[in-house]
């Protein structure tokens, strides 16, 4: 069975950074794209950062603040947001496009939450 477990979420003031992570696990053969999105109450979830390898994709309203790496080793993703800012305040899922046993899917974790407040 494969999970995809988030850490790192919480309350930073405006301003400030957190890193979050995200580790597969499971009987995984290839990791493709891994990535995260985010979801603000009342909003629609939204794309925040891909890398689909040694490529990276970030929306506009991240760019120049946030980073996005992987460990393929450790099928681990991270996400370095800086100069966070309340509107960045939202739940985020961590999300991975796997083969598998089963086969491919895409795989979400459980969400963490991101609060920026003074």
């Known amino acids: 069975q494969v999970q995809l477990v988030e850490s790192g979420g919480g309350l930073v003031q405006p301003g400030g950074s957190l890193r979050l992570s995200c580790a597969a696990s499971g009987s995984i053969f290839i990791t493709y794209t891994m990535g995260w999105y985010r979801q603000a109450p009342g909003k629609q979830r939204e794309l925040v950062a891909i890398i689909p390898g040694g490529s990276t994709n970030y929306a506009d309203s991240v760019k120049g603040r946030f980073t996005i790496s992987r460990d393929n080793a450790k099928n681990t993703v991270y996400l370095q947001m800086n100069s966070l800012k309340p509107e960045d305040t939202a739940v985020y899922y961590c999300?991975?496009?796997?083969?598998?046993?089963?086969?491919?899917?895409?795989?979400w974790g459980q969400g963490t939450q991101v609060t920026v407040s003074s």
């Open positions: 999300y991975a496009d796997l083969r598998t046993t089963q086969g491919r899917f895409n795989y």
